[in-house]
């Protein structure tokens, strides 16, 4: 059987997802030109919700909410907004399989489509400590926050041990925000990180002080200069004990990780050029493929401020670089139809450099 061909299809269905959906929309994309390919089973949302409102034990967010693209004060695009627009949204549908030579993609039920142009958004995925093989790291009640139906299982399972114990292992953005929400829903709360203070890469010893204060006033346990080595678990399988570098054990009823993310490549790795972990790209966000463009998490991208490349991991950039490549990707699909004369007129104008 044939591929069906589409003119663009965008993989991914979180932040740049959305932010791409909607610019599509506003640069007038035909009904039926456009396909989104998520693995999640909801509209593109604006995923820093989960750390944060989605876990409140009053009045929570939950979808439709926040849906983008109400995050930067634009409208919320729920599912009838896709439908709406013409532009048909494949949700549970994850990417088994790509060819950029043959410009196909092929999902997990193993259905192929022939695309035109091709945006990877794939986002990343949270690093697992069972990936360095901690003992115990398989046990129930140890949780990890990326996608909502990850918020929904914290979320039922927070309300199940109300007044209990957690543990939360890592001291950035997720772990200093997961900690925060926990206290909120009456859990009692110790934190776990090596690092000297809260967000080293972001905070002065000053400010993390003054944040750690903060906490410690809320009856937040903090643990600073150790790392996790292994968990105990019960009979059924569900975590009690964390055991810590310095030979400290912590008795626990859930344990929430937030150690970091890594960028989701997917069946693309191997394909396209890589650099610092992401797929290299130019100021466009085109990748070494032709009609092949790359945003977010997974885009290793030239910013003159620094005069090097770099793969940023912000919800600002998703969106910004989901935009910027699909005004640049449209305007060269433009050019290349229009006569030659008028292509060479216009070119200038779509000039872009990131900084």
């Not at 999902?107 to 035109?116: I, N, R």
């Not at 200069?225 to 009823?253: C, H, M, P, W």
């Not at 693309?268 to 890589?274: I, M, T, Y």
């Not at 910027?324 to 699909?333: D, K, R």
């Amino acid at each position: 059987m044939d591929a069906a061909m589409l003119k663009y299809v965008l993989v991914g269905g979180g932040v740049a997802g959305g932010y791409a959906a909607r610019e599509f929309v506003k640069l007038g994309v035909d009904p039926g030109e456009l396909a989104i390919f998520s693995k999640e089973a909801v509209a593109p949302y604006e995923r820093p919700a989960l750390s944060k409102a989605y876990l409140f034990p009053e009045s929570p967010a939950r979808l439709p909410g926040f849906h983008t693209c109400v995050g930067s004060g634009g409208e919320r695009q729920a599912p009838e907004w896709y439908a709406d627009n013409g532009i048909d949204l494949h949700l549970n549908s994850e990417i088994a399989k790509a060819d950029t030579k043959s410009k196909t993609i092929t999902t997990a039920a193993g259905k192929t489509f022939e695309y035109g142009s091709l945006l990877i958004a794939t986002g990343s995925t949270f690093i697992n400590l069972a990936d360095f093989k901690t003992p115990g790291a398989d046990a129930g009640g140890i949780h990890y926050l990326r996608e909502v139906n990850d918020a929904d299982n914290l979320v039922r399972e927070m309300k199940d041990i109300k007044g209990g114990e957690a543990v939360v292992v890592g001291g950035g953005y997720i772990g200093v925000e997961l900690a925060a929400c926990l206290a909120l829903n009456s859990i009692r709360v110790t934190m776990v990180f090596p690092d000297p203070h809260f967000m080293p890469r972001l905070f002065t010893p000053e400010i993390a002080s003054f944040y750690e204060g903060y906490y410690k006033g809320k009856g937040i346990n903090i643990i600073k200069g150790t790392s996790v080595t292994a968990f105990e678990k019960d009979d059924q399988g569900n975590v009690t004990k964390v055991i810590l570098g310095d030979g400290r054990s912590l008795s626990t009823n859930l344990v929430v990780v937030g150690i970091g993310a890594k960028p989701r490549l997917g069946p693309f790795k191997g394909q396209l050029e890589e650099e610092k972990g992401g797929f290299k790209v130019d100021a466009s966000f085109r990748t070494s493929a032709q009609d092949v463009y790359a945003v977010g998490d997974v885009a290793t991208f030239p910013m003159k401020m620094y005069g090097d490349r770099r793969r940023v991991e912000h919800v600002d950039h998703a969106r910004k670089s989901a935009i910027q490549a699909v005004q640049v990707g449209s305007a060269i699909i433009q050019i290349l139809i229009l006569p030659r004369h008028t292509a060479l007129s216009i070119i200038p104008s779509f000039h872009v450099s990131v900084t």
